[in-house]
């Protein structure tokens, strides 16, 4: 906290850079980073003038435009925003921010700043790293400087002291009203979802699709906006980092906070007046449904009478992710009825063991009856899934692998992901005995020297089932690169059809039948939406 500041006015400004994924889209539909423009919101509405700077969304190479970003004004403070996927690439933007503005007082926040601030002292450029919500701190933090105070002791915040300790000073977490004044302080007039939406709809080739029908549903997907009703997730899953994330800044078990049902509603209305031509409204609270849930019935009437009305359009669509153990045939009718077209689950596996390992045996027998009610209702399940857990058998991989299969052809969708990521703040992230099992990767970060070990995967303790899923994972990078220079960008759901196709040689030498290879084959082709022309790519890439 020793170096000496330049204060530039009685009103500081903020600039506040969302975290970058120079990939961006690869993996998922990206969107405008909310949790920054969250802050922002906030910051503006205490009188504080703050930019966003978005680098998956700017004019040219991220790095140039943020250069010309920060000489074009006195910036009082500039956050960086951090995931554990996009770190290196966060962490580059940061070492620019003071490479170009040495005087600049550099904050990073966000979820991996919070589980590992040891780390970003180490690797990066920064004055202070705030934990958990950033709201408080940074109003403390801007007040400070207005008020030429130190700026040291702020709740909610690491500093290093100068002799390099670490001292974390916990913050609790926003109430329910103060996370509801933060939420509706997002300012969603001003996000540019109309960009992304024409980068995704040229990333996908919307224009060259054979049908109307298939551009309709696409343009449904795509033409979206992500909203944010719930603080945290409470489920405690021991892949997932979400339940810790709270816990952590606070110091303790922090209280679950939601908006209400006519507080969503508001959101709704405000988001369709900033951004008219929006089809699909995504709830991305980690968890939208709870068992014990007094918001979703009446959220949904609220909805329907809304549409009714005329207070927002009729064909409005919803999408939210959702635990299959809090679904019931009356929710699902309700949800369906309001224009909820799909509905994410995380299924993660089918082995019960498997569901034990992560925390979450009490979904099974849930998800055989409440996949179907949900297709019979008209709606499209997006399942999740982990193929394998560090305790897993090849039992439990072709079990997942085959039910994964069956789901798809009752019409399901289906995002697929090898192994457990040991995502910071996870309970699997933290636990020794899983360290013969995590795989490093050694990050770089551009324009600088620095390079540290990322764990990046926990394998299977079973050579031979950690043997199959390496060896699927290269059989489907082979595939996919190939089918992506033949045809668009292919989005989670296909992939998924094709790591079972990648699987099916691999797990039959191990004595597991999956599937039929030609059967999968073309169901891959029936969906590849631009593929006409070269459909032999997939063929010649499988065999
Ligand atoms: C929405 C979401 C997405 C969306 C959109 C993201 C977006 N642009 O808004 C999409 C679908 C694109 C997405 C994609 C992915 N996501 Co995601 N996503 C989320 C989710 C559910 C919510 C994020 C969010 O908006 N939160 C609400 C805002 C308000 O909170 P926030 O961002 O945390 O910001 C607050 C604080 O962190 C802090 N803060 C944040 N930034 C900064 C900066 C400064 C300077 C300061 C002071 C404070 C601060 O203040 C904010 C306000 O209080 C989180 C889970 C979660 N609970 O956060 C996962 C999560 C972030 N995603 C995750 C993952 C793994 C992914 C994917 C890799 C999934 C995949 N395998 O494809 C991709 C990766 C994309 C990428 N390149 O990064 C993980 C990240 C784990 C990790 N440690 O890195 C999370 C945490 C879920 C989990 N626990 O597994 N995701
Ligand atoms: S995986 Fe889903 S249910 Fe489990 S803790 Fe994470 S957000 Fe909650």
Same mark, same amino acid.
């Given at each position: 906290?020793?170096?000496?500041?330049?204060?530039?006015?009685?009103?500081?400004?903020?600039?506040?850079?969302?975290?970058?994924?120079?990939?961006?889209?690869?993996?998922?539909?990206?969107?405008?980073?909310?949790?920054?423009?969250?802050?922002?919101?906030?910051?503006?509405?205490?009188?504080?003038?703050?930019?966003?700077?978005?680098?998956?969304?700017?004019?040219?190479?991220?790095?140039?435009?943020?250069?010309?970003?920060?000489?074009?004004?006195?910036?009082?403070?500039?956050?960086?925003?951090?995931?554990?996927?996009?770190?290196?690439?966060?962490?580059?933007?940061?070492?620019?921010?003071?490479?170009?503005?040495?005087?600049?007082?550099?904050?990073?926040?966000?979820?991996?700043?919070?589980?590992?601030?040891?780390?970003?002292?180490?690797?990066?450029?920064?004055?202070?790293?705030?934990?958990?919500?950033?709201?408080?701190?940074?109003?403390?933090?801007?007040?400070?400087?207005?008020?030429?105070?130190?700026?040291?002791?702020?709740?909610?915040?690491?500093?290093?002291?100068?002799?390099?300790?670490?001292?974390?000073?916990?913050?609790?977490?926003?109430?329910?009203?103060?996370?509801?004044?933060?939420?509706?302080?997002?300012?969603?007039?001003?996000?540019?979802?109309?960009?992304?939406?024409?980068?995704?709809?040229?990333?996908?080739?919307?224009?060259?699709?054979?049908?109307?029908?298939?551009?309709?549903?696409?343009?449904?997907?795509?033409?979206?906006?992500?909203?944010?009703?719930?603080?945290?997730?409470?489920?405690?899953?021991?892949?997932?980092?979400?339940?810790?994330?709270?816990?952590?800044?606070?110091?303790?078990?922090?209280?679950?906070?939601?908006?209400?049902?006519?507080?969503? &509603?508001?959101?709704? #209305?405000? $988001?369709? =007046? /900033?951004?008219?031509?929006? +089809?699909?409204?995504?709830?991305?609270?980690? @968890?939208?449904?709870?068992?014990?849930?007094?918001?979703? &019935?009446?959220?949904? #009437?609220? $909805?329907? =009478? /809304?549409?009714?009305?005329? +207070?927002?359009?009729?064909?409005?669509?919803? @999408?939210?992710?959702?635990?299959?153990?809090?679904?019931?045939?009356?929710?699902?009718?309700?949800?369906?009825? /309001?224009?909820?077209?799909?509905?994410?689950?995380?299924?993660?596996?089918?082995?019960?063991?498997?569901?034990?390992?992560?925390?979450?045996?009490?979904?099974?027998?849930?998800?055989?009856?409440?996949?179907?009610?949900?297709?019979?209702?008209?709606?499209?399940?997006?399942?999740?899934?982990?193929?394998?857990?560090?305790?897993?058998?090849?039992?439990?991989?072709?079990?997942?692998?085959?039910?994964?299969?069956?789901?798809?052809?009752?019409?399901?969708?289906?995002?697929?992901?090898?192994?457990?990521?040991?995502?910071?703040?996870?309970?699997?992230?933290?636990?020794?005995?899983?360290?013969?099992?995590?795989?490093?990767?050694?990050?770089?970060?551009?324009?600088?020297?620095?390079?540290?070990?990322?764990?990046?995967?926990?394998?299977?303790?079973?050579?031979?089932?950690?043997?199959?899923?390496?060896?699927?994972?290269?059989?489907?990078?082979?595939?996919?690169?190939?089918?992506?220079?033949?045809?668009?960008?292919?989005?989670?759901?296909?992939?998924?059809?094709?790591?079972?196709?990648?699987?099916?040689?691999?797990?039959?030498?191990?004595?597991?039948?999956?599937?039929?290879?030609?059967?999968?084959?073309?169901?891959?082709?029936?969906?590849?939406?631009?593929?006409?022309?070269?459909?032999?790519?997939?063929?010649?890439?499988?065999?």
């Amino acid at each position: 906290m020793g170096r000496a500041r330049r204060y530039t006015s009685d009103s500081p400004s903020a600039l506040l850079i969302g975290p970058y994924d120079p990939h961006c889209g690869e993996f998922t539909f990206l969107a405008p980073p909310l949790g920054v423009w969250r802050l922002a919101g906030v910051l503006e509405a205490a009188g504080i003038e703050t930019k966003v700077f978005d680098p998956n969304c700017c004019r040219g190479p991220p790095q140039l435009a943020l250069e010309r970003e920060l000489l074009s004004g006195a910036w009082d403070i500039v956050g960086v925003s951090t995931t554990g996927m996009t770190l290196r690439f966060d962490l580059e933007l940061a070492h620019i921010v003071r490479r170009v503005t040495p005087e600049a007082f550099i904050v990073a926040g966000g979820m991996e700043a919070t589980f590992r601030p040891e780390l970003m002292f180490e690797l990066g450029p920064f004055d202070l790293i705030v934990l958990g919500e950033g709201e408080r701190p940074l109003l403390d933090l801007v007040a400070r400087r207005r008020a030429g105070q130190p700026l040291g002791g702020i709740a909610g915040t690491a500093e290093r002291t100068k002799d390099g300790q670490i001292i974390r000073i916990p913050q609790r977490a926003l109430s329910r009203d103060e996370l509801r004044d933060a939420i509706f302080s997002t300012p969603y007039d001003k996000m540019p979802y109309s960009a992304y939406w024409e980068r995704l709809e040229s990333a996908y080739r919307i224009g060259a699709l054979p049908s109307k029908a298939a551009r309709e549903a696409h343009l449904a997907e795509i033409r979206s906006v992500r909203l944010i009703t719930l603080n945290y997730c409470p489920m405690g899953c021991t892949f997932c980092s979400a339940t810790n994330f709270l816990h952590e800044a606070q110091g303790s078990v922090a209280s679950v906070a939601r908006l209400e049902a006519d507080e969503c &509603l508001t959101m709704i #209305e405000r $988001i369709v =007046a /900033a951004h008219p031509r929006v +089809r699909t409204i995504i709830f991305q609270d980690d @968890i939208f449904v709870f068992t014990r849930d007094h918001r979703i &019935l009446p959220l949904c #009437e609220g $909805i329907i =009478a /809304a549409k009714h009305s005329g +207070r927002i359009p009729v064909h409005l669509q919803f @999408i939210s992710t959702n635990r299959i153990d809090a679904m019931s045939a009356e929710r699902l009718t309700a949800m369906s009825r /309001a224009g909820f077209r799909v509905l994410g689950f995380g299924i993660e596996n089918f082995s019960k063991k498997v569901l034990g390992e992560f925390n979450k045996a009490q979904i099974q027998r849930h998800i055989e009856p409440m996949l179907s009610a949900a297709l019979a209702n008209g709606v499209t399940p997006f399942l999740d899934l982990i193929l394998s857990s560090p305790h897993a058998a090849l039992e439990d991989v072709g079990q997942t692998l085959r039910e994964a299969y069956r789901w798809l052809r009752e019409g399901c969708e289906i995002g697929m992901y090898p192994y457990v990521i040991p995502f910071s703040g996870s309970a699997y992230a933290q636990d020794p005995s899983l360290l013969p099992q995590t795989y490093y990767a050694r990050q770089r970060v551009a324009g600088t020297d620095i390079a540290w070990q990322q764990p990046v995967k926990i394998l299977p303790i079973d050579p031979i089932v950690s043997g199959a899923i390496l060896r699927m994972e290269s059989s489907f990078e082979a595939m996919l690169g190939e089918i992506e220079e033949h045809t668009a960008h292919l989005p989670s759901r296909l992939r998924s059809l094709l790591w079972i196709l990648a699987s099916l040689p691999i797990m039959a030498e191990l004595g597991q039948y999956i599937a039929d290879e030609s059967e999968v084959r073309s169901e891959l082709h029936a969906r590849l939406p631009t593929l006409r022309p070269a459909a032999a790519p997939i063929a010649a890439a499988s065999a």
